[in-house]
């Protein structure tokens, strides 16, 4: 095996083995809130959604719905709620809503060309905006009372999988594919929703729980 065809070899593994950057939230310090103080009186909670049949926003549904058991000021949550069957066995109501809009980052393009030289898609990864927006109506069963709430969160978050880093064997070439590809790392990669989601809901539900108890405290 002459040196060049041993240098592409050995490129190639180093690529294989450098090729990923796991999902990392860049903003989350920016997002946390003041958690509510406990209530005086647990609440028994019925969550519903339009959107059950929706797999992405579900999820969102779902992880609200979890972080609400696992909270000291609530006694019960029934998810999904329905009117016909739960109206007597609830204190409180929550209709939820979650609308997303994911997007690339245009500086995705210069982590792809010329950062592949310095491997920089595994390094720092390419960079992803979500915007989620949680609209909620709390109805209060025995006050008679409603709340209404918008919740907008922009996150900004950076992955790297083989899937695009791929294109970093411009190593081995003039570099062409980098530059030509770098246009298309600007756009959203689909493939990493479920990681996302999977990765911010803990910290979404709570900042949800939050709105939803200061909601009651006040009421």
Known sequence: ???????????ICLLIL????????????????????????QLR??????QMDDYATK???????????????????IYPYKASLHANQVDVVIDLSVTTKYDGKWSNFFIN?????????AVWGYGYKAEIETKGNISFTKKKSNDTFS???????????????????????????AFVGGFYMTTYDDDITPEFISKFTPQYSQ?????????????
């Open 1 to 11: 095996m002459n040196f060049k065809k041993s240098l592409a070899l050995a490129s």
């Open 18 to 41: 450098n090729c990923s950057h796991s999902l990392r939230i860049t903003n989350g310090e920016e997002l946390n809130v003041s958690s509510s103080f406990p209530l005086q009186n």
């Open 45 to 50: 909670i019925g969550l519903s959604s339009p």
């Open 59 to 77: 999820k969102y549904i779902e992880s609200v719905a979890d972080a609400l058991s696992r909270n000291s000021s609530v006694s019960r949550v």
């Open 113 to 121: 060309w010329p950062g592949f030289l310095i491997w920089a898609p």
């Open 151 to 177: 919740l907008p969160l922009v996150v900004h978050f950076r992955q790297a999988e083989i899937d695009r880093t791929w294109t970093e064997i411009s190593w081995l070439e003039a570099s062409i594919i």
């Open 207 to 219: 900042i949800v729980v939050n709105r939803i108890l200061k909601a009651a405290e006040s009421n």
